[in-house]
């Protein structure tokens, strides 16, 4: 079987573009792969973290990931600290990449914003620690959302690099030709980049200062249908084609997490509303948005409340990730010529 990794950062709340982007897909993919679901908390710290918050919402993103519907004894679910491979992977990567492949990365110059001097080591590092998570696993592919897309083509330069410098130790130590798969992202569908709900052209994301711009994992149905009322439109109504989404951001975006919750595709959902005016199609989105997401959300919240039924799943799907990262660091350390423990 093939092997998927992805992995949720623990900071602030999870939203739908979190859900529809990554979570949702994570779920359905458990039937045809070998999957491996991380709660990325080394990567949190990149940026500062009050503690108490912090474990709080590696539950949470656990019981989201639970409550969405991945199962845990058929995946593997587990926090990254809890597996010390991924930062020791890590710093051979820092050895591997290059620093103006990282200066390229765009999620870098956004988060450091102006004072890049300011800016932590760990948060201009972030990418190859990324890269290590998946390569851990030697995972074939990796489900993210749009906006991960250049750390990926970055895990592949990762990849292809260690495979082209240790080629010789690589098929000298029994693995061939290459040692790391040129892992293949897993970005599509609806839902691939859903965008603020106050403004079309910008990003859904846990940082925007308003709150009206998402809809969070947490809200309960009345949330849900205020912030899908006030969502901005414009004037037309519906088009009954998708060319006809063309320059309306916003109608687009509606649309397409319309199409995302109820498994269709964008032209689908296009040729049941086309026509309608924005009040009826909001009207069928709140139906559906909170029939789909009500019961994640109660879910989340009575998994959270056992906290010691989390941090059992976390224990547990850390033993059996670390087992295989072991593996590969093992290989790795003989590879670039470590001496072992025996
Ligand atoms: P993070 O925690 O920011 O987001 C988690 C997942 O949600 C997706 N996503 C979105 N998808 C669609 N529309 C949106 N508006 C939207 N916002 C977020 C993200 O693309 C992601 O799939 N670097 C990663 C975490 C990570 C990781 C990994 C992912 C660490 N190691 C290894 C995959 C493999 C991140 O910050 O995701």
């Known amino acids: 079987k093939e092997r998927v990794f992805s992995g949720v950062q623990p900071t602030g709340n999870l939203h739908l573009g979190n859900y529809l982007g990554a979570i949702k897909r994570f779920v359905a993919l458990q039937d045809g792969y070998d999957c491996i679901y991380c709660v990325v908390d080394l990567h949190a710290i990149t940026v500062p973290q009050n503690p108490d918050e912090l474990r709080g919402q590696i539950r949470e993103v656990t019981a989201a990931f639970i409550a969405a519907g991945i199962d845990p004894a058929r995946n593997i679910v587990f926090n990254q600290s809890q597996v010390h491979e991924h930062a020791e992977l890590a710093w051979i990567f820092n050895c591997v990449a290059r620093m103006g492949w990282l200066n390229r990365m765009t999620q870098f110059k956004e988060k450091a914003?102006?004072?890049?001097?300011?800016?932590?080591?760990?948060?201009?590092?972030?990418?190859?620690?990324?890269a290590a998570d998946i390569l851990a696993y030697r995972a074939t592919h990796v489900p993210v959302g749009e906006d991960q897309k250049q750390h990926l083509e970055l895990t592949r330069d990762i990849a292809q690099k260690f495979n082209n410098d240790w080629s010789a130790a690589i098929a000298a130590n029994g693995f061939g030709e290459a040692f790391f798969p040129l892992t293949e992202p897993l970005i599509g569908g609806p839902a691939a980049r859903v965008m603020s709900l106050r403004d079309g052209t910008k990003k859904m994301s846990k940082s925007d200062p308003s709150d009206n711009s998402r809809i969070n994992l947490t809200d309960d149905a009345e949330a849900i249908a205020q912030k899908i009322r006030k969502a901005k439109t414009d004037p037309e109504p519906l088009p009954s084609e998708e060319r006809g989404?063309?320059?309306?951001?916003?109608?687009?975006?509606?649309?397409?997490?319309?199409?995302?919750?109820?498994?269709?595709?964008?032209?689908?959902?296009?040729?049941?509303?086309?026509?309608?005016?924005?009040?009826?199609?909001?009207?069928?989105?709140?139906?559906?948005?909170?029939d789909k997401l009500s019961p994640i959300t109660a879910e989340m919240k009575r998994l959270t409340g056992d906290p010691a039924y989390i941090d059992g799943v976390l224990a547990e799907g850390a033993e059996r990730a670390g087992a295989i990262a072991r593996e590969t660091l093992d290989a790795v350390k003989d590879i670039v010529g470590f001496v072992r423990r025996r």
């Open 245 to 290: 989404l063309e320059a309306r951001p916003e109608a687009d975006n509606l649309v397409g997490i319309y199409a995302a919750l109820a498994d269709r595709t964008k032209a689908e959902v296009l040729a049941d509303h086309g026509g309608a005016q924005f009040s009826a199609f909001k009207a069928a989105l709140i139906d559906l948005a909170v």
């Open 113 to 130: 914003g102006k004072d890049r001097e300011a800016a932590s080591v760990g948060l201009f590092a972030y990418p190859t620690l990324m």
